[in-house]
């Protein structure tokens, strides 16, 4: 990340829950700029080479299948709940296996592509992340559906003009 895209980046918007957006204000930008230069710069000075980096994946890995987190599990029927996290969330999402996908929030995955654990096997910190996501997952479901609606009726409302002028 440059300096030229931080003097590009004066200000943006947040999308909320309910869908509706708000300017960033320049401090919000500035603020959330220097947490990402943070961010890299922790992550350059952790793992400043290649190798480095590899290594903490591979460490990650293998505290992941410490914590009982698999990439595959062979004995699965259709049809059974798991805890599935995948690379880039910090969630902890309910999967339904229907041969050969997994099935989550509004997601759809084959398995390998990230970690999964039997339910009888989470922790009480995984349990709780994971009834959080769901609990998010259901609250933002019903702005969309909300959000449909008003779309489909103001759809419904211009065929309906359509109609009207032929």
């Known amino acids: 990340m440059t300096d030229t895209v931080k003097r590009d980046f004066v200000h943006g918007w947040k999308t909320n829950l309910d869908g509706t957006r708000e300017p960033l204000t320049e401090d919000d930008a500035a603020n959330l700029w220097a947490a990402v230069k943070q961010s890299h710069d922790r992550q350059a000075e952790l ?3 290649t190798y480095d980096a590899l290594r ?5 890995d293998e505290r992941l299948s410490d914590l009982k987190w698999r990439k595959y599990i062979f004995d699965l029927t259709d049809g059974e709940e798991v805890a599935l996290i995948e690379r880039g969330a910090t969630g902890v999402f309910r999967a339904v296996w229907q041969k050969p996908y997994l099935h989550y929030q509004d997601c759809v995955g084959k398995m390998g592509d990230g970690w999964i654990k039997r339910l009888a096997d989470l922790t009480d910190d995984e349990r ?5 996501c769901e609990e998010r997952h259901r609250e933002f479901m019903v702005h969309e559906t909300a959000n449909m609606q008003r779309m489909q009726a103001f759809m419904g409302a ?3 003009e359509n109609e009207v002028t032929k």
Do not use: K, L, N, V
């Open 47 to 49: 793992m400043p080479t």
């Open 56 to 60: 903490a994946f591979i460490d990650a």
């Open 128 to 132: 709780i992340r994971m009834d959080q």
């Open 158 to 160: 211009a065929s309906d």
